[in-house]
């Protein structure tokens, strides 16, 4: 029989260095995408959502709608290319509440890996499914009508920028799944920042269209500021006045939610 | 030799219960301790304080010397951790669960392969070591948990009820499997509601109650205290019951435990052989009838209630219910 052999005993303090630091981050996030590519359901109906969506709208509801000085087309599909990232992030809410119950964030906690890595590499998995959902959204765009009318170079930018704003708020969906902790509940709450977001912004109609009480809102919040510079960065126009905004609200929002989140995983407990 | 695992004056609450109260304790190197205990007696936080997990409210712990809360890192190379609130990932293999374990303890990509490779063989895994987690039968997952808390080499494990729920070979298995590990040097504390399981695999034996030790020792020691073996009287009429108690009472080392529902006295003893034999005609000369009389070893419910002078939870209710009927 062989022995199982134990390591020497320490005799000083291990550190964290930032290299093992990323090959944490990297572990983690390999783990992940593992996780994502078998549970191709998941993958699905992450793309298929966002794919629905889009045609009620041009379809169905869209010819109702009309937004003066451009196709309805063109005004309707950046902000379905927001939303598909924007909901692609309820599954990293479901996926840490489903860590959290199994108990695998208690095996990861007890392992001399550097903590934040545990939820940048879950982030980062994430990025990646997003990016996957917004290549077939926007293919489906073009389909039906869809056209980018700027430079390369804008389109580019705009697409960077739908990740960014992703990336951002996969750190708010991080912390619903932390504090949540039920998947259940979690697969429920998740939802809840598509319905605050995304109908009360420019996303459908104009916010001129709005009631007067709701107008300051919808004018302001990120989800607006960032489809208007998206509409600026695909179809021309200014943009600065926009995007200076929306990479503020998504700098913001990944910072705090940063912080909380990695607060609520050191204490997490089921 | 200097304690590896050492455990000064831990408290914590959570809310208004007390989980443990200023609990004290010591493990030397290549020792087994059985924290042994009811659910809800404090076995897992202490576990979880132990393995970086929850913060004490008071107190302190150390392994090896460096202190659980100050250099949770370094504490964290020197622990492996399985049981019933680690785990592991359904939708990876065993493989990669071990080699992502392996790489999160900080060991070069050469090195936590071949300790992947093995951890299988020596938990009987090399077969299904490839196949997806969530495809493993009960004990297969809970060799591959023990298996993961293993990749680091560490030298103290926690072991949270690691066999509840299993079926008795594979227990067998695990245990010789632990009995393994602590003749190759490692130091291992381990939870557990079975009192076989703690006098099987531990050296010494804490009995947590309600969150602070309750008694300590071996279990021969733990045994004696309750005195020996148990007494059970089964009786035909429930009406008996209380006769048959207030008879036997005076042949036991302990005070008896009814079970009104079983129609059963409980009754720890000394001397076994003449003891049964005294009870028997004791019964029979008062006219008694009996369903069955016997002797066994003591349960943990029996060294729990000698020792804390209260039953378990599942005989508390049993007791008030007694309260109640009369």
Same mark, same amino acid.
């Given at each position: 029989m062989t022995e199982m052999a134990i390591a020497n005993p320490r005799s000083g303090s291990v550190r964290l260095t930032p290299r093992l630091a990323l090959r944490d981050a990297e572990g983690i996030t390999r783990r992940n995408l593992m996780r994502i590519i078998r549970t191709p359901r998941q993958v699905f109906s992450s793309i298929i959502q966002p794919c629905l969506i889009l045609l009620v709208f041009r379809y169905m509801v869209g010819g109702a709608i009309h937004v003066p000085g451009v196709d309805y087309v063109d005004y309707l599909v950046p902000a379905i290319f927001l939303e598909a990232v924007l909901m692609g992030g309820s599954t990293t809410t479901l996926a840490l509440a489903q860590d959290l119950q199994m108990g695998m964030i208690d095996r990861f906690r007890s392992?001399?890996?550097?903590?934040?890595a545990f939820l940048v590499g879950r982030t980062l998995a994430d990025a990646c499914r997003n990016a996957l959902a917004l290549t077939f959204v926007i293919a489906l765009g073009v389909l039906v009508g869809f056209r980018f009318h700027s430079s390369l170079g804008a389109c580019l930018a705009g697409v960077a920028l739908i990740i960014l704003f992703g990336y951002a708020f996969t750190w708010l969906y991080a912390t619903i799944g932390l504090a949540v902790k039920d998947p259940q509940t979690a697969g429920s709450v998740s939802l809840l920042p598509m319905f605050i977001l995304f109908f009360p *912004?420019?996303?459908?109609?104009?916010? *001129?269209?709005?009631?007067g009480w709701l107008r300051p809102f919808a004018a302001n919040q990120p989800v607006t500021v960032t489809i208007d510079a998206l509409r600026a960065l695909f179809e021309?126009?200014?943009v600065y006045h926009y995007l200076w905004q929306a990479v503020s609200w998504c700098v913001g929002i990944f910072l705090v939610f940063l912080v909380v989140s990695l607060n609520l995983y050191r204490k997490a407990t089921v | 030799m200097s304690a590896v695992i050492e455990v000064k004056e831990i408290s914590k609450r959570f809310g208004t219960t007390?989980?443990?109260?200023r609990v004290s304790l010591s493990v030397e190197a290549g020792k087994v301790l059985a924290l042994l205990g009811?659910?809800?007696?404090?076995k897992t936080t202490l576990v979880r304080v132990l393995a970086t997990l929850v913060r004490p409210d008071d107190g302190h712990a150390s392994i090896g010397g460096f202190?659980?809360?100050?250099d949770a890192t370094t504490v964290r190379t020197l622990i492996g951790l399985a049981g019933q609130f680690a785990t592991v990932d359904e939708l990876l293999t065993g493989r990669e669960n071990l080699e992502l374990v392996g790489l999160l303890y900080h060991l070069d990509k050469k090195v936590y392969r071949q300790r992947a490779e093995e951890v299988l063989e020596r938990m009987s895994l090399a077969d299904v070591c490839?196949?997806?987690?969530?495809?493993?039968s009960g004990g297969m997952r809970r060799r591959l948990d023990l298996a993961a808390s293993l990749m680091g080499l560490s030298p103290v494990l926690f072991l949270d009820?690691?066999?509840?729920?299993?079926?008795p070979r594979t227990r067998n298995d695990l245990w010789q499997f632990v009995q393994d590990l602590v003749a190759g040097g490692t130091t291992v504390l381990l939870t557990t509601q079975y009192m076989e399981e703690a006098e099987h695999l531990a050296d010494s034996i804490i009995v947590l109650d309600s969150g602070h030790v309750a008694a300590e020792g071996t279990s021969e020691q733990l045994k004696d205290r309750l005195g020996g073996n148990v007494l059970e009287v089964r009786v035909s009429?429930?009406?008996?019951l209380e006769r048959a108690v207030s008879l036997i009472?005076?042949?036991?080392s302990a005070v008896p435990r009814t079970d009104p529902a079983l129609n059963q006295v409980l009754l720890p003893i000394k001397n076994g052989t003449n003891v049964l034999i005294a009870a028997g005609r004791l019964l029979e000369d008062h006219g008694i009838a009996l369903d069955d009389l016997g002797i066994r070893r003591p349960s943990l419910d029996d060294v729990f209630l000698a020792i804390t002078g209260h039953a378990t939870e599942a005989h508390a209710t049993e007791a008030v219910k007694m309260e109640g009927s009369r």
């Amino acid at each position: 029989m062989t022995e199982m052999a134990i390591a020497n005993p320490r005799s000083g303090s291990v550190r964290l260095t930032p290299r093992l630091a990323l090959r944490d981050a990297e572990g983690i996030t390999r783990r992940n995408l593992m996780r994502i590519i078998r549970t191709p359901r998941q993958v699905f109906s992450s793309i298929i959502q966002p794919c629905l969506i889009l045609l009620v709208f041009r379809y169905m509801v869209g010819g109702a709608i009309h937004v003066p000085g451009v196709d309805y087309v063109d005004y309707l599909v950046p902000a379905i290319f927001l939303e598909a990232v924007l909901m692609g992030g309820s599954t990293t809410t479901l996926a840490l509440a489903q860590d959290l119950q199994m108990g695998m964030i208690d095996r990861f906690r007890s392992l001399p890996m550097a903590r934040p890595a545990f939820l940048v590499g879950r982030t980062l998995a994430d990025a990646c499914r997003n990016a996957l959902a917004l290549t077939f959204v926007i293919a489906l765009g073009v389909l039906v009508g869809f056209r980018f009318h700027s430079s390369l170079g804008a389109c580019l930018a705009g697409v960077a920028l739908i990740i960014l704003f992703g990336y951002a708020f996969t750190w708010l969906y991080a912390t619903i799944g932390l504090a949540v902790k039920d998947p259940q509940t979690a697969g429920s709450v998740s939802l809840l920042p598509m319905f605050i977001l995304f109908f009360p *912004s420019s996303a459908i109609v104009p916010v *001129s269209t709005m009631p007067g009480w709701l107008r300051p809102f919808a004018a302001n919040q990120p989800v607006t500021v960032t489809i208007d510079a998206l509409r600026a960065l695909f179809e021309g126009g200014p943009v600065y006045h926009y995007l200076w905004q929306a990479v503020s609200w998504c700098v913001g929002i990944f910072l705090v939610f940063l912080v909380v989140s990695l607060n609520l995983y050191r204490k997490a407990t089921v | 030799m200097s304690a590896v695992i050492e455990v000064k004056e831990i408290s914590k609450r959570f809310g208004t219960t007390t989980a443990l109260d200023r609990v004290s304790l010591s493990v030397e190197a290549g020792k087994v301790l059985a924290l042994l205990g009811p659910n809800g007696a404090g076995k897992t936080t202490l576990v979880r304080v132990l393995a970086t997990l929850v913060r004490p409210d008071d107190g302190h712990a150390s392994i090896g010397g460096f202190d659980v809360q100050k250099d949770a890192t370094t504490v964290r190379t020197l622990i492996g951790l399985a049981g019933q609130f680690a785990t592991v990932d359904e939708l990876l293999t065993g493989r990669e669960n071990l080699e992502l374990v392996g790489l999160l303890y900080h060991l070069d990509k050469k090195v936590y392969r071949q300790r992947a490779e093995e951890v299988l063989e020596r938990m009987s895994l090399a077969d299904v070591c490839d196949k997806q987690v969530k495809t493993y039968s009960g004990g297969m997952r809970r060799r591959l948990d023990l298996a993961a808390s293993l990749m680091g080499l560490s030298p103290v494990l926690f072991l949270d009820e690691p066999t509840t729920g299993l079926d008795p070979r594979t227990r067998n298995d695990l245990w010789q499997f632990v009995q393994d590990l602590v003749a190759g040097g490692t130091t291992v504390l381990l939870t557990t509601q079975y009192m076989e399981e703690a006098e099987h695999l531990a050296d010494s034996i804490i009995v947590l109650d309600s969150g602070h030790v309750a008694a300590e020792g071996t279990s021969e020691q733990l045994k004696d205290r309750l005195g020996g073996n148990v007494l059970e009287v089964r009786v035909s009429k429930r009406a008996d019951l209380e006769r048959a108690v207030s008879l036997i009472a005076d042949l036991g080392s302990a005070v008896p435990r009814t079970d009104p529902a079983l129609n059963q006295v409980l009754l720890p003893i000394k001397n076994g052989t003449n003891v049964l034999i005294a009870a028997g005609r004791l019964l029979e000369d008062h006219g008694i009838a009996l369903d069955d009389l016997g002797i066994r070893r003591p349960s943990l419910d029996d060294v729990f209630l000698a020792i804390t002078g209260h039953a378990t939870e599942a005989h508390a209710t049993e007791a008030v219910k007694m309260e109640g009927s009369r």
